[in-house]
Every structure is written in C-alpha cells, then in structure tokens.
C-alpha cells in the first residue's frame, strides 16, 4: 500500500497567539502533554511496522509540535525508516534548527517543514534566519504567510529575501473575500494564489482522500480528511483497511490547501509533485509580470 497519513494528536498549546489563528489556543497541562506524547510514540511505533507500505506523514498539529521534544524525536525516527518516504510538519519554525543538523544526513533528506511565518509573533530577522539554516542544511521546505492586508508588505520583505528557490505560498485569510486588485497584489508574490482565493466546489467530486490518504488521530481514528468526521476505522486494529476506496467529497466546498491539494479534479498532484506534503512545487511558479517577460 501507498499510504498517505494526516495525523493530527491532541496537542492543542502553541507558544504564539495569533488573533487569526482559526486553531485552538491553549495552555496543555502536564497529563495532556504526556497523552500527546504516547499518542506519538504509538503512531511511530506502528509505522516502524508496516514493513510492506510506502508511507509518508504530514503532522498537522493544533499547536506547535516542534518545540516539543517527542515531534523532534519521531521526525527523526520516521525519517531513518526505509518504507517512509516524506515525513513533514507544520510549523511556526518558532523553535531551534539545531535537532536537523544532528539528524542522519540520510534522515534529513527524507524530513520537510511547512513554515509559516507570523507576522507580530516573531522577530522577522530571526525566522529569515531560520530559513536560511533549513537551506545550508538542506532541508526540503516552504515558507508562506496568511493573506491579511496588514501582512502585505512584510510578505514582499519576505519574499524578496528568500533564496530564489524557496516557495512562499499565501494562504486566503478565512472568510476573507478579495477583490481583483487585492487577489493580484497576493498573485504577484505567489503565482499559486488563485488556488487559495476562493474554496473549491468539491460536492459529489472525486477525492484522494479515503483511498489512499487518510487522517488519523491521537486514538487511532481514521477518517477520510480532517474535514469530513465520518469514520473509516481504527489505524491499530487494521479496520480502516477495508474502507479504503475511490469515494467522491460529501462536503459543499474544501477550502483549506491540505484538503483540495487531494481533490482529483485540480492539478495540484502535477503542480508539487514531489512535494504534495511540504507545499514545494515541483518547479517554482512564475509570477505574472516574470511569466510575461516584465
């Protein structure tokens, strides 16, 4: 089986506090951080023992997991397996690089951060910083930011002081509709926009999910996406094998990019290839003005 896995643990506690943030934001207690822990550790355990797939794993946290040590330690640990091919986080790249660089260099060629960067959260020389050392370490990754107005001009900071290969991605801010104008200051920074402007029509579509993606939780529950609750099975029982199929969305609208990136009907699986989970594309897209030779 090549397998696609979600996995989304109880962690809720995020060292930031953005206002726009439509995550959780919470201080976990001791006994919450210890059951996120042994979540982890038995989600690692049980891909260390599907010898016979081709997996790879995209966190997707609600918190920070990077500043923990146990997302550190099972990047890692995943990573040095032969039947994973990408493992890859979301991240504020808030916490330290220094855990890459001691990782197996075999390791890190297989590891990809999904960062994003918060304006007001953190010192801008700093996360520049960061993304740089991802870079000397060779570290598949992207970086993006929300599409608010008031994020516009570090957004061109940003993307001006990025090494040319480096995708910055923008995300539409939620319920945020934007005019041509506004939709062309976003385009002209990242080429991919339009994809995130507008949620997609998914009703009655075909999708990736539930056949060869999946989303798991802390307790093993599989679903097809984090978006639709119907349930598939449990990860640890192997029940959720027999409900693996081509299925079609019953969802009106996917408007979040870890939802449509699956959808069959869009040209995202051509447009990353290779870097479906990260958010790299497989060529960085031109903006308008360079598409047009200006």
Not at 196 to 205: D, K, T
Request: hydrophobic share 40%.
């Amino acid at each position: 089986m090549d397998l696609t896995i979600l996995y989304r643990g109880p962690l809720a506690s995020c060292d930031y506090d953005c206002p726009y943030c439509p995550f959780a934001k919470r201080r976990d207690s001791r006994e919450q951080l210890r059951a996120d822990r042994a979540a982890l550790e038995r989600f690692t355990a049980w891909v260390a023992e599907q010898t016979g797939d081709r997996i790879s794993v995209l966190f997707t946290p609600w918190g920070e997991g990077l500043v923990r040590s146990w997302y550190r330690r099972a990047i890692v640990e995943l990573a040095g397996l032969p039947q994973v091919r990408r493992v890859a986080i979301q991240t504020n790249l808030g916490g330290r690089t220094r855990w890459l660089a001691e990782a197996p260099a075999a390791a890190r060629e297989r590891i990809a951060l999904w960062c994003t960067y918060h304006p007001g959260q953190t010192p801008y020389e700093r996360f520049l910083a960061r993304c740089a050392e991802l870079r000397d370490l060779g570290v598949r990754h992207s970086v993006g930011v929300v599409g608010l107005e008031a994020h516009l001009g570090e957004a061109r900071r940003l993307r001006a002081a990025l090494a040319d290969e480096v995708y910055l991605w923008v995300n539409a801010a939620e319920g945020h509709t934007y005019t041509d104008e506004e939709a062309g200051r976003w385009t002209a920074i990242d080429p991919l926009f339009p994809y995130s402007r507008h949620p997609h029509r998914s009703a009655g579509l075909p999708c990736r999910t539930g056949e060869s993606v999946i989303s798991v939780d802390g307790n093993g529950t599989v679903r097809r996406c984090h978006f639709v609750r119907a349930e598939l099975g449990n990860l640890y029982d192997g029940s959720y094998r027999r409900a693996l199929g081509p299925r079609a969305c019953p969802l009106a609208v996917c408007d979040c990019h870890i939802g449509y990136v699956h959808l069959e009907t869009l040209p995202l699986y051509d447009v990353f290839a290779g870097g479906v989970l990260e958010r790299v594309p497989a060529a960085l897209p031109l903006s308008p003005a360079a598409a047009a030779g200006g």
